[in-house]
């Protein structure tokens, strides 16, 4: 009895679970047969992977993680696997070439922090944290020939990223007809009933299902997320250098939903917060400056907690009004611009210095090459970012 009393009660409240699949919701598969188990009262097993190709997560990654925790609110039971496996072969369904093969040693270091990052938003003390090289690595030949055996060339090239890549004359390799496969068996191993993914992921996560039911399981329904555009309003991409990392300080992380375009406000509001949105509504109908600055505390908030939004927001109000520095501004040490500014790509960072973007706060000259020497400087890049240079 002490043990049944443990397990979490699930919340069937119909609004509750409308707000579940709707907000931030780009389809669900099969939504009756979804919204039918949340309101029985059943407890889910929900399952969201992704793969280390990068140290540190941003915020297109908020979404079904944010996804999550309103599964995990609702009392079922989130299960969060680090795709450290499926990184090997890597994941095209958002690419227009084929990834590069990952070694071990990248993918190594690139997990290290995924779960404490994930612990931003979700109770880790509730969630089930896997690698998927756990039951990937393991198979051999014939048990991937069978799961192989599910599904058909046809079905992979006629993808659209696929097919696309095919027609411009570009290679697509055999490798990555193996991604759906794994990406599918995850669900298996787990016994996942719903699985979280972008739109782009339609296909890999649709696997799930064919390949469960090859296994005895009943097939998880699906919740596609919508994706979301960069802050420059290109395709969010780390290589950009267009996106918010989990991992940024409060004040870069602020000065970077302020330097966004006005028309996305709205968007990150319903995505990336969890504001109601009766309230979103009212919000945007103000300035948008102010509707800007209330996303940005919000996000802030969300990773930081009150008290560091606070001083963003106050930081950035006095950068903005009087030219000041934040205290708070990132340090490094001296050297040339591309050593000093790593998380953006080398063809970012010079795109950025070529419009002059990035100039010496002490001197107030543009810097002219990312090659540049600085030392006991403050370098500004756009409007809202500092880093000392010590």
């Known amino acids: 009895m002490g043990f049944f009393s443990r397990v979490p009660k699930v919340n069937t409240d119909e609004r509750a679970v409308d707000v579940l699949l709707s907000r931030g919701v ?18 889910l097993r929900v399952k969201l992977g992704i793969d280390p190709t990068s140290p540190d997560l941003h915020i297109g990654r908020s979404i079904p ?9 609702l009392g079922h039971q989130v299960v969060f696997i680090v795709g450290d496996f499926t990184a090997v072969i890597g994941d095209t369904s958002d690419k227009d070439a084929e990834r590069p093969m990952l070694s071990n040693e990248v993918i190594e270091k690139n997990k290290k922090t995924y779960f404490e990052q994930v612990g931003k938003i979700l109770d880790l003390s509730k969630v089930e944290l896997r690698y998927n090289s756990e039951w990937l690595k393991p198979l051999n030949y014939r048990q991937i020939g069978e799961h192989a055996d599910l599904f058909s060339v046809a079905d992979f090239i006629a993808r659209d990223v696929i097919k696309r890549r095919l027609e411009q004359g570009k290679r697509v390799s055999l490798r990555e007809l193996l991604y759906p496969l794994m990406q599918g068996y995850d669900s298996v191993a787990v016994e996942a009933d719903v699985e979280l993914g972008g739109m782009d992921q339609k296909f890999n996560v649709l696997a799930g299902r064919p390949m469960q039911e090859h296994f005895k399981q009943r097939p998880q329904d699906i919740l596609l997320n919508p994706l979301i555009e960069g802050l420059d309003g290109a ?16 004040g870069d992380m602020y000065g970077k939903v302020m330097s966004m375009a006005d028309g996305q406000v709205a968007t990150y509001f319903e995505l990336c917060t969890r504001v109601p949105m009766e309230e979103v509504a009212e919000i945007c109908k103000g300035h948008p400056k102010e509707a800007k600055m209330r996303l940005a505390r919000e996000t802030v908030t969300l990773y930081h907690g009150a008290t560091a939004a606070q001083k963003a927001e106050q930081d950035w109000t006095n950068t903005f009004s009087k030219g000041e520095v934040p205290q708070d501004a990132p340090t490094a040490a001296a050297g040339k611009l591309r050593d000093i500014v790593k998380d953006v790509s080398t ?43 010590l």
């Open 26 to 43: 780009a389809e669900v598969i099969v939504k009756a047969d979804l919204r039918r188990k949340l309101l029985s009262g059943e407890r």
């Open 235 to 250: 395709k969010m991409s780390s290589s950009r250098g267009n996106v918010i990392a989990l991992t940024a300080v409060p």
């Open 65 to 73: 993680l944010l996804k999550l925790r309103d599964f995990q609110n």
């Open 347 to 389: 063809s970012e960072l010079r795109r950025l210095v070529e419009q002059g973007a990035v100039s010496s706060v002490v001197s107030g000259k543009k810097i002219s090459s990312i090659d540049e020497s600085v030392a006991d400087d403050v370098i500004r890049i756009g409007k809202h970012r500092f880093i000392k240079v």
